[in-house]
């Protein structure tokens, strides 16, 4: 235990912070990078939704059913319970 309190007393090394500082500076950029690429992405995916009429949509939806049955199930299966959670509280 003495050994320990010892350890926990010491002052940290300057260079292992500055070091770290560097790591959370790098890290925020990459996250930011990436937020950034997100966002761009979603504001063109919703740019093209917008371009759509309904029938495209509906025939867009249509062949993602067909050709990923087991991925639409288990999406209507997930929003099924969302939406009976949020009623059912009210």
Do not use: C, W
């Not at 500082?21 to 790098?26: G, I, K, L, Q, T």
């Amino acid at each position: 235990m003495a050994h320990f309190e010892r350890e926990s007393r010491r002052e940290p090394d300057p260079s292992s912070l500055d070091q770290g500082r560097e790591f959370v500076a790098s890290l925020g950029s990459v996250v930011k990078d990436k937020a950034e690429s997100l966002l761009d992405t979603s504001r063109q995916t919703l740019d093209n939704l917008k371009k759509k009429s309904l029938e495209d949509l509906y025939q867009d939806a249509k062949g993602f059913v067909r050709h990923n049955p087991g991925k639409s199930l288990v999406g209507g299966l997930a929003v099924g319970f969302l939406l009976g959670t949020i009623f059912r509280r009210r």
